[in-house]
């Protein structure tokens, strides 16, 4: 196959993701702000919220899943690949409301800024009503400015059309994932095995593995390349899942962008809770019971579950598989090495330390 030279640099592509969102953000701000003079502060929440933060993961797999794949660069490319910035907004928005959090990317969640705008204007009704339906408005906002813009890139319809099935089952893949996360928490199921389904379907295909095959499609890529990235993707999006789940307990709120503790009042039922509370005496299990969903938890209450998930071994048994599937993924990256661009495996193998890491 033919072999590209790494003329595209991370940081770079990350630049160029953000302009072709500013350039699509801007023209649909147009059309909104046609409509309405009073929806100026609408269409400027989902500016703030796309371009003020993120990682661009999700468009960088695809990216370089199509470069890998053999693909040229172009902007074209950029611009369609970016669209999944959109979509990840979109279930952000509406991942923020379900879980009632109050910041994102360090600043207010939707729901927080609109139900703020609301109380500053001192309109009529509930601020929080207010704030919950925008943000379920942008949320399938974003929602349906990802396909316009993955549609209307400027990707050959062919290759459009071969990715679109990657595409679709994405969406639906992590909106199955994000359902069985709230029931998994009001059924109170601290299994692994539900655990596991979660971060598979929540996170793992939906942050590299689908976007690796919407890349792949985008190129016309054999069966064995969509393979070598499924090997790929898999355990680096399980692995990408279960670092997210630490950092959402133990993680430094200046990092993650949301307060310390927030998924143990949220009452998120992960690998790392699923291992505590197989491993717990009886103590920690009323403990964990007693505090994990409890919107009121205040930092003691944070601190003495946190001993908890280290005491039982939970948080080194979680490290201990990160690094595994980690190990597993980069054992996948050297074994589709005479298929995929070199170019593209080393940015994958950087990806893959800044995804486990989070050092971004």
């Not at 979509?87 to 969640?109: E, F, V, Y």
């Not at 929602?143 to 813009?149: P, Q, R």
């Not at 997210?244 to 143990?264: N, R, S, Y």
Request: glycine letters at 8%; proline letters at 4%.
């Amino acid at each position: 196959m033919e072999r590209h030279e790494p003329r595209v640099r991370p940081v770079e592509l990350n630049d160029r993701i953000d302009a072709a969102l500013t350039v699509f953000l801007d023209r649909q701000a147009a059309v909104i702000c046609g409509i309405d003079d009073s929806l100026a502060a609408y269409a400027d929440a989902v500016r703030d919220f796309v371009l003020r933060g993120g990682k661009r993961l999700r468009p960088a797999f695809a990216y370089w899943g199509a470069r890998g794949a053999g693909l040229a660069d172009s902007d074209e490319l950029v611009a369609c690949a970016a669209s999944l910035e959109l979509l990840q907004a979109s279930a952000l928005m509406h991942d923020d409301l379900i879980d009632g959090s109050d910041t994102r990317r360090g600043m207010p969640s939707i729901h927080r800024r609109f139900a703020a705008l609301h109380e500053a204007e001192g309109w009529s009704g509930r601020p929080g009503g207010f704030g919950a339906a925008a943000a379920i408005l942008l949320g399938d906002l974003c929602l349906a400015w990802s396909d316009e813009l993955f549609c209307s890139a400027g990707m050959p319809f062919a290759a459009v059309a071969a990715a679109r099935r990657d595409f679709d089952l994405m969406r639906t893949e992590v909106s199955a994932g994000q359902y069985l996360d709230v029931l998994s928490e009001v059924r109170r199921d601290v299994s692994e095995a539900t655990a596991a389904k979660v971060a598979r379907y929540k996170s793992a295909k939906y942050t590299i593995e689908r976007p690796m095959l919407i890349g792949a499609s985008l190129a016309g890529a054999p069966e064995r390349i969509r393979a070598h990235y499924s090997a790929i993707g898999l355990p680096l999006g399980e692995a990408f899942q279960l670092r997210d789940d630490v950092l959402g307990v133990f993680g430094d709120p200046a990092q993650t962008g949301k307060p310390a503790g927030d998924d143990l009042r949220e009452g998120k039922h992960t690998f790392l809770i699923a291992r505590a509370s197989a491993a717990a005496d009886a103590a920690q299990r009323a403990a964990l019971d007693a505090g994990l969903g409890n919107p009121e938890l205040d930092e003691a209450g944070v601190r003495r579950l946190r001993a908890i998930l280290m005491d039982t071994g939970a948080l080194a048994d979680t490290e201990e598989r990160i690094a595994a599937l980690a190990a597993e993924a980069e054992a996948a990256l050297e074994e589709s090495r005479a298929d995929v661009d070199p170019a593209a495996l080393q940015v994958f193998a950087g990806l893959l330390v800044r995804a486990v890491k989070r050092d971004f």
